[in-house]
């Protein structure tokens, strides 16, 4: 498992950078406010979740260990995979996110896109 990496960023795209370390080309999809703060050329630091399935594998990256963890948490809910966890991410911030898990407020994530209101409340 790859559980973090350093490296330079040599390329931004929609949702994802490609983080250069020791000569290795990693594409890492992260969340939007990440990506928003990121500049070509500058060294990152992230915290990694390797995803794998049959017909695909993927990184995602996070710049501190709670959004990790949150992310690993959103997974574990039904439905919810690593795009969709993605996304939340992108459009709520963690403080935000935890306040409406603790609140029960599913309007808030319903207003993320590929979120629905019976995924909500889950």
Known sequence: ??????????????????????GVGYIVNIPTP????????????VRTYLYIRETAMALYGFTDAESLEIFEALLKVQGIGPRV????QSH??????KQAVATGEAGIL????????KKAKQ
């Open 1 to 22: 498992m790859i559980g973090s990496l350093r490296g330079e960023v040599t390329e931004k795209g929609e949702g994802f950078i490609l983080l250069e370390v020791g």
């Open 34 to 45: 990440i990506l928003d703060q990121v500049e070509v050329g500058r060294q990152l630091y």
């Open 110 to 117: 319903a207003r993320v896109p590929g979120i629905g209101p």
């Open 85 to 88: 966890a993605l996304a939340i």
């Open 92 to 97: 709520l911030s963690n403080e935000t996110l």
